[in-house]
């Protein structure tokens, strides 16, 4: 009889642990903007913690949308802040209602990009070169969401040498198609653009010198969690702040979800997963 109650008493305590572990209480949202590399590191926490029985959620908006809802305890955790030098201004306006997570890549960077073919090498020869950039009769710059970091430093960069160009807001695809219809056709163009990102691998693109350094150094980019994420998921929070990924292991994700469709994210993120289990349980001492 002793025997019998032990091995019900094991099992009830089996059932209960795994209760309160897999649901810790609230189920998790993760915000997601625009860029390829959120979008896939996003798609792989999701797929993680679904491994680990929490019921997770993904919802897309702007950064700054991001950022705000996060500080408003909107939503639990987003994953794409580029400090010290790109998010800066938007992070200090939130930093106090927000927990950071981080860094979870250490190396990451912005500029003006263009195809090697171009002749030209820095920014400041632009403007000697405007009739060859030329879109809608106006010499311009592609660019991707209005309100990034990275579009508010392209206006910095263009006041500050004095470029005679339109910034042409977009999205980083649309940013990415009329990169590829120009490259196709060989034709100039300079688009705004980060490292790391798998376009980097698929074509032939360096940066313009940036002289006057508007860019910055390299940044490193983090996440942010809302103030009560540490309380409501210690669990996830702990393995999020042990998750470190480089320019390789964050282009490989990227590059499998383009290769196995990127309008379906989640099936490339498994499968990337599945072939790096040995890196990603170090994330989960």
């Known amino acids: 009889m002793l025997k019998k109650l032990k091995v019900l008493l094991f099992g009830l305590f089996m059932v209960l642990g795994a209760t309160a572990h897999a649901a810790d209480a609230k189920p998790i949202t993760i915000g997601v903007n625009s860029w390829a590399e959120n979008i896939a590191v996003a798609n792989m926490w999701k797929l ?11 919802q897309n908006a702007g950064k700054i949308i991001l950022y705000n809802s996060v500080a ?19 992070y200090e306006s939130i930093k106090d209602k927000v927990q950071l997570i ?16 171009v002749d030209i090498t ?15 009769g106006r010499a311009s710059i592609f660019g991707i969401d209005a309100g990034t970091g990275l579009m508010g430093l392209t206006d910095k960069a263009m006041a500050e040498y004095k470029l005679d160009y339109n910034l042409l807001p977009s999205s980083e695809v ?22 790391p990102h ?16 508007i860019f910055g150094a390299t940044d490193s980019i ?29 282009g490989d ?27 990603i349980d170090g994330w989960f001492k």
Do not use: C
């Open 222 to 250: 983090y996440g942010i969690a809302a103030q009560s994420f540490r309380n409501d998921h210690p669990q996830v929070e702990h393995w999020l702040q042990q998750w470190k990924m480089d320019e390789k292991s964050l």
């Open 48 to 58: 993680l913690l679904e491994e680990k029985n929490y019921k997770v959620s993904l």
């Open 102 to 117: 981080g860094p979870w890549l250490s190396e990451a960077n912005l500029g003006l990009a263009v195809p090697n073919y």
């Open 174 to 195: 649309a940013m990415l198609q009329s990169l590829d219809r120009a490259m196709k056709r060989k034709e100039p163009i300079v688009v705004t653009l980060w490292k």
């Open 198 to 213: 798998w376009v980097w691998a698929k074509k032939d693109l360096r940066y313009l010198d940036d002289p006057k350094k």
């Open 122 to 136: 820095s920014i400041d020869q632009l403007n000697d070169h405007k009739e060859e950039f030329q879109w809608r």
């Open 253 to 279: 994700l990227m590059a499998t979800i383009n290769e196995n469709g990127s309008s379906t994210p989640e099936k490339g993120a498994q499968v990337w997963i599945d072939a790096n289990r040995a890196t």
């Open 72 to 90: 408003q305890g909107k939503i639990d955790v987003s994953f794409e802040v580029w400090l010290p030098a790109s998010d800066k201004a938007a």
